[in-house]
Structure formats: structure tokens, C-alpha cells
């Protein structure tokens, strides 16, 4: 399958992409990934290992008279987020990704790409497969669980890897260089409610409200994207005068994913039937004038649901839910000074389900700030103590804190000017790459953070410019030829007409 990716270029990096595609890698699934990686070494003579956790690791020798060049990481993650559209039937443990292209992108039919980290892992495989390259001892780590818990970077072995220069592949703007990054945790409230019987003037009705865009919950946060959880518990919110309990909820399915859609079935006196109805419409009209312009399919509907159940949550259980899921922190909470125009502290709520009085949140706090991290986690806990629910924090990570004097973003600031014409934007990004934890178990490393154009990640509208792959890879080629030999890479092609005009962003 995905025949048509080995006719682009680079065809050696989309070479790569199509197995990666073709091998089904959500988070916690990525044995199999890992099994035909291995095997891809061994048929190419390279040494390979794993650490105890799984991580996988691919090395290869210097270029012959190069051995003494500093060591490079060339570091991304297996796995990739699976999300699908809701009538798209598809099993990411089972089917592979199904690619087209059109108007210069490359696009998946109705899920994920995996070009976030796909492209990065690619990449890295074929500079290992490339013999004309002159380089220095090569490591490529390839980490497992990113997507779902950062649990491949949280249990790297220590004192695993030699490099001491780590090239991060896991970004998604091209022009743009990447040095410092947001620190996260991940917020699990969880809660068992009491339940009552319907009356016999109740029926239950399934609630929906479908058509946002979702995106990536630290890259996009700052857009004003719907999230639909928050909007969700906000149309129940408006609609408890009438009577509404809850009876289930499920929305969104990733806690690092914008939620894009979001259903409740409700128990609903059947003398508001009407009422609600109209309701639901003027709010439906009010919510796409308050996203105009920026989450344009919103939709709001209510249909009899058939689902045989006997019970609701008690009003005032259903009152007291709805009620702090209305309240709690969601979206950007503080923009940083340090970083114009980058956020500093924002919460994702990603995942609530609900399911017979079995209640379970899972949200995403980020910040550059440890501490303004912990203080959302407290928040949380107080908030949801009032309703008797218990909050724990897992999966923690620290941030990448920015050296704008790198030696090696020097290096690769005068490579993307000689290669493209232009300046790359020094960055730092809101978002969890994993970076900052690399750099607290192995502090020596110096790093950077850069890659290919990706927009939509994390959701089905999820596409990577063709042409920044082959740009990307002009760049990583280059980057490791001037490592191991101290001068401007050759193998750069001159700058077409009408270049961009990268911006500097020098305050961090």
C-alpha cells in the first residue's frame, strides 16, 4: 500500500515514510514498528539495542577519517496519534495509514497522518542508510509511548547513549528552529457518583456536538479552536433548568489533542423536549458566531437515543458535575514575558468519559514555568474535591529551557542561510517535546529541534508539505557533513528566486 510515496523526493526519506505507514504504530502498539526496524538493521550491517523499556536504538561507525567528529543523536518517537473521523471506520492497531496527495501535500483519508513523527523517524533511517554521507558516529534513538504519556523519554536508560550533540526531528514549521519547549503533566480526576432510577416522565435523548477542527493541544492552543469538551458541558450547563441529567458522556480521545467532538445521553422530562430543542438551536447559532472565522463546522444536535438504561446520575450529582466541569481551567491561562508570543501556561481538557457513575478526566496542563504546572494540578485538586472526586498528577515532564548562544544553532543558522536563502526563526514552542527530559538525564547533550511543514497534527486534517521534506532533508544532510568536517556542507543546493524572509527572533 501507499505505493505512490517512493515516486517523491527525497525518495530515500519517503522510502522510509511508507513502511512507517504501512505498520500500524499508535502509542503503546509499536513492538511490531520496532521488530521491522531491527530487522531493516541487521539486513544493513548496523549495531541496534534496547533499553529496558524498549526504546530503540540504531548505530552507526564514522565516516572513515571522521571517527573523532562529536557523536550525533538523531532522536524521534515511533508512535503516532490515532484519531479518525467519527463514521471513518478504522482499527490503528490493524489497518495501515491510507496517503494521497493533492495540491502539494500529503494527506491521509480520514485519520491521522503520522507524519508527526513519522517524517522525523524516516528521515533519520535514511541518513543511516546513506553511504555517500560523511558524518561521525551516529546514534538514532527511537522512543516509544511520546504520544499517549512521554514514557520512552521518562524511562530512557541513563548512561545509554555516547553522543554529545542531539538533533531532535519532531517539529513542524519549516523555517524555524526549535531551543527551548514547555514542560507538562498530565491531571487524572476520577469520581464514582450515585446513579437513580428514571422517572416515568424521563427519556433519554443522546446529545452531540461534532464539526470542530481539533488540532495539537500545545501548538494550537492560542487559536481559539473550539475544544469540545468546554463547550459541550456548557450547552448542559445552560440546559440544567429544564431538568436534563446525565447518563453517560464521552469526549475526546487524546489528552494532547484538541477534542473535536464530544456526545452525552441525557434523561429529559418530556415536557421539555421542545423547550430544549429550541434552545439548543439558538445556542448552536450562538457558539459558530462566537468561532466565525476560525472553527467554522460546528454543529449541535439532539436525537433519541436507543440505548437501553434504567438510570441517570441524581440531579444533584448530574448539578455538581456539570457544574465544576463548567469551572475548570481550560485553554491558555498566561502568556509568557520571557517569550513574546509564545504561551507560557495553558490546559488541555482532552479526555472525559462517563460511564454508569464512573466518572474519569484526564487533562493536559503545559507551562514553561514548573511551578505555574503544579499550580493548575492544585487547582484541579481543589476544584473537584468540593464534588468528592480524587485528582492525581502522572507522567510529569520538565521543559527545555533555551541557550540562545549554542554553538550548534550558530552552525545551523549559517547552514539554512547557504542552503535556502534565508534566516531561520529561533523558537521556542509550547509544546512537549521530549527534549527537556532528554536534557535532564543527559545534561551534557547540546540540542536543537527542527523538521518538515506539518499543519493539522494530531487530527484527521493532519498534512506535510512535500517540498519542506526535501528541504528538511537538504538541511539534516548538511548539518551532519559540517558536524564531522568543520566546514559548509557541499551538498547544498542554491536558493531558488523569491525566497522567504525568515525572521529572527532574538529574545527568549
Known sequence: MNAHLEQLAPQPVWRHFRTLCNTPRPSGHEARLVKVLEHWADEHGLFHDRDAFGNLRICKPASPGHEQAPGVVLQGHLDMVAQANADHPHDFTRDPIDTYV???????????????????????????????????????????????SMGGALNLAEGWLNGRILLNLDSEDRGQVYIGCAGGADVVVEAQFPTSALRDDEQIWRLSLTGLVGGHSGIDIHKGRGNANRLLVRVLRVLEPSGVRLVDYHGGTL????????????????????????????????????????????????????????????????????????????????????????????????????????????ALVRSLRDSATDDIADRFAALFSLIGARTRVENAYPGWTPDPESSLLARFRRLHQQCLGSDPEVKVIHAGLECGILGGKYPHLEMISFGPQIRGAHSPDERVDIASVDEFWQLLRSLLEDLANGQAASMCRPPAGNQRAGEINDRF
Open 102 to 148: 493533492a495540491d502539494g501535500w500529503l494527506h491521509a483519508r480520514h485519520t491521522t497522518l503520522g507524519a508527526d513523527n513519522g517524517l522525523g523517524v524516516a528521515a533519520a533511517l535514511a541518513v543511516l542508510g546513506d553511504d555517500s554521507l560523511t558524518h561521525g558516529p551516529l546514534e538514532a534513538l527511537f522512543t516509544l509511548e511520546e504520544e499517549s
Open 255 to 362: 489528552r494532547n489533542a484538541l477534542p473535536r467532538e464530544a456526545f452525552a445521553s441525557v434523561a429529559l422530562p418530556n415536557e421539555e423536549t421542545v423547550a430544549v430543542q429550541r434552545r439548543l438551536e439558538a445556542l448552536e447559532q450562538a457558539l459558530r458566531a462566537e468561532l466565525a472565522g476560525i472553527d467554522e463546522g460546528l454543529a449541535l444536535a439532539l436525537t433519541p437515543c436507543t440505548m437501553r438504561s434504567d438510570q441517570a446520575l441524581t440531579a444533584t450529582a448530574s448539578h455538581l458535575l456539570v457544574n465544576a466541569l463548567h469551572a475548570a481551567p481550560c485553554g491558555v491561562e498566561r502568556m509568557s514575558v520571557e517569550v513574546p508570543g509564545v504561551v507560557e501556561t495553558s490546559n488541555n481538557l482532552g479526555v472525559v468519559n462517563l460511564e454508569n457513575g464512573c466518572f474519569h478526566l484526564c
